[in-house]
């Protein structure tokens, strides 16, 4: 059964940074893109980085494009996602999700992944 677990969710001050984990067990990941994703209160769940099944191709949204940085490590057993977030905002104030894609390639879109961690909250407030 494929399981994703995040970590490191927490309350920041703006300009504060935080690396947010994922662990996913239960099946290879290595041929499966995977991606964060977030939701703040009465908003859609959105895109906020992926990275391809291997590794060598990542994508951003806007929001976080200069300031978020999206790694993976395909271990045997238990695949390892990371986002490293800095300079955050309080805008950045949502439900971090972790996905592990239908594809090989990142998407954007929310349909594209059909696994899907409990999420951890991140809170930048001052």
């Known amino acids: 059964q494929v399981q994703l677990v995040e970590s490191g969710g927490g309350l920041v001050q703006p300009g504060d940074s935080l690396r947010l984990s994922c662990a996913a067990s239960g099946r290879t990941f290595s041929d499966s893109a995977m991606g964060w994703f977030r939701q703040a209160p009465g908003k859609e769940r959105e895109f906020v980085a992926g990275?391809?099944?291997?590794?060598?191709?990542?994508?951003?949204a806007a929001s976080g494009r200069d300031r978020f940085t999206i790694s993976r490590d395909n271990g045997d057993d238990t695949a390892y996602l990371y986002l490293q977030m800095s300079s955050l905002k309080p805008e950045d104030t949502a439900v971090y999700y972790c996905a592990v894609g239908s594809t090989r390639y990142i998407s954007t879109d929310y349909a594209m992944y059909n696994a899907w961690g409990q999420g951890t909250q991140v809170t930048v407030s001052s």
């Open positions: 990275v391809n099944w291997n590794g060598a191709a990542t994508d951003y």
